[in-house]
């Protein structure tokens, strides 16, 4: 298996964390995507890949699309070579790119036809008949480029509010934050769900949870409770009713049995303080 990553161009940098891809001969056993606050918009070019949203229901959604692993674990299922190209959005950052409103998506997996209609279809073609992987980051630049121009919603209070509630999980207290943006706490939950289509105590706690799991899975750590707590996480009992709510089982047999040598889930290209701000 191979797998890459680009860094994307300068103007999306505030939105897009990168470009990145897999790439097999063989069809192979993926890992499964988490539930988190950011987002995955994923271009197939090889052959076709089904996802599984729960135990009971496998989707085809075509060869472009939105897993929505914000409402739950999602499964790829690779039904041959597998060769695809994901945008990773940061937190919140879709909604800058998306003709509709991140509540209407309601993080269910979506066809990029279902948000972009013609245009999403056309591009995935585009992509799929690219020769190579430099023309294919070009297509997907260009796109976004234009999809950030006609979209963009630029709201510096919600900017700064996604940031505290994701890098400042363990302490941020929603009344004191709203408090510093200037807001009432009503009106902070109101213009923070109308942005991002979740309450912002929603957001942190998926934050706490994409934060926590993340770093068991890349430090390869056994000790799940120290990590947790680490993020906030008031005890074992804490860490196991939110860890079955997101992923529906419990996080001793999700860490024994998954792969982690290969996971969606990566750290940052930048440091927090290094991340650009939206324009």
Sequence with gaps: MHRY???PHPALQPYIDRLWGWESEHALQLPPMLPGTGAELMFHYADPVLLRRSPQEVVDLGRAFLPGARGGARELLAQGRVGFISVRFRSGALR??????LAE???QPLSVSDVWGEAGSDLAARIIAA???????ALLEDWLLACLALHSKPQPAVEAAIRALYYRHREVKIETLADELGMSRRHFERV??????VTPKSFQRTARFHLTIRDLLLTESADYLGTALDHGYYDQAHFIHDFESFVGEAPAHFLKTTTRVAHFYNSSLFAPDKVPLPR
């Excluded at 800058?96 to 409103?101: A, D, T």
């Excluded at 020769?131 to 980051?137: F, I, M, N, T």
């Design 131 to 137: 020769p190579d992987r430099a023309a294919r980051v």
């Design 192 to 197: 923070f769900s109308a942005h991002l289509g």
């Design 96 to 101: 800058h790119f998306s003709p509709l409103p």
């Design 105 to 107: 998506l309601g993080g």
């Design 5 to 7: 990553f680009v860094i």
